[in-house]
């Protein structure tokens, strides 16, 4: 029996090469905005407390800063489960105004962490997709991204453009999209439990970092791939994340 005859591949396989390397090195880095590139974790969990003081309810730092990375809605529904205390849906929308006011008044204090305007300018000059997904709206985060130095032309999703926010998958889902990457070749950095669990929901990548607060432990628990601790850091090592630059 005469051998069969291979099938005929069209095109060049240098081309077709070439097209593979380049899609397969196109990798998107997706962050959380409070607590991963600026350092104001502790200034909403202030916040949170002053508005609950305001509505007449005592709650421990500690305990509101275990919900700091929610959504604003789920995260103020935890916090009125623990105090043990029934409110109405006007009560509830006082409270978000409580909080909102609280930290306008703390946003002076708020800085980038270490390295954090530095990486955004390396992986625009390098040609790195990245994006910003943030459960704040867009007037608390505009501070934020104005000490990032991120114009308004930046790839910035907030709570009012989705659906859902954080630990729901939307935000970053949203985020790849407006970055033209595939979620599942995009990396999300974020310091809290639930933006681990946001990109698990989303089929991302997670890495999480230690400038909010939770222990490395808890991180990798939530599925974290790599912890770092801040955004100095993981600009050091970006070679652990297959983030392939020019040298």
């Given at each position: 029996m005469s051998p069969r005859p291979k099938a005929k591949r069209s095109g060049n396989p240098g081309q077709r090469a070439k097209k593979f390397s380049v899609a397969a090195a196109r990798t998107a880095l997706l962050f959380d905005l409070d607590g991963t590139l600026v350092d104001s974790v502790y200034q909403h969990v202030l916040a949170w407390r002053e508005a609950l003081e305001r509505a007449g309810m005592q709650l421990s730092v500690w305990r509101i800063h275990r919900r700091i990375g929610m959504s604003g809605g789920l995260l103020l529904n935890a916090l009125l489960r623990?105090?043990?205390?029934?409110?109405t849906a006007g009560q509830v929308a006082e409270l978000l105004r409580f909080h909102s006011e609280a930290y306008a008044r703390l946003v002076p204090q708020v800085r980038?962490?270490?390295?954090a305007r530095e990486l955004l300018a390396y992986l625009t000059k390098t040609g790195v997709p990245w994006a910003i997904a943030t459960s704040g709206?867009?007037?608390?985060?505009?501070p934020a991204l104005a000490a990032l130095g991120v114009?308004?032309?930046?790839?910035?999703?907030?709570?009012?453009?989705v659906a859902h926010a954080k630990p729901d998958p939307d935000l970053f889902l949203a985020a790849a999209k407006l970055v033209g990457v595939p979620i599942e070749s995009s990396i999300v950095l974020g310091d809290s439990v639930w933006d681990l669990l946001a990109a698990r929901?989303?089929?991302?990548?997670?890495?999480?970092?230690?400038?909010?607060?939770?222990g490395q432990d808890e991180?990798?628990?939530?599925?974290?791939?790599?912890?770092?601790?801040?955004?100095?850091?993981?600009?050091?090592?970006?070679?652990?994340?297959?983030?392939?630059?020019?040298?």
């Open positions: 623990e105090t043990g205390r029934p409110v980038p962490l270490p390295g709206r867009a007037d608390s985060a505009r114009g308004p032309d930046a790839p910035v999703i907030t709570r009012d453009m929901r989303a089929r991302a990548l997670g890495v999480g970092l230690l400038s909010g607060g939770y991180l990798e628990r939530a599925g974290a791939y790599r912890v770092y601790q801040d955004p100095a850091d993981v600009q050091n090592h970006l070679d652990e994340l297959g983030i392939r630059v020019p040298q």
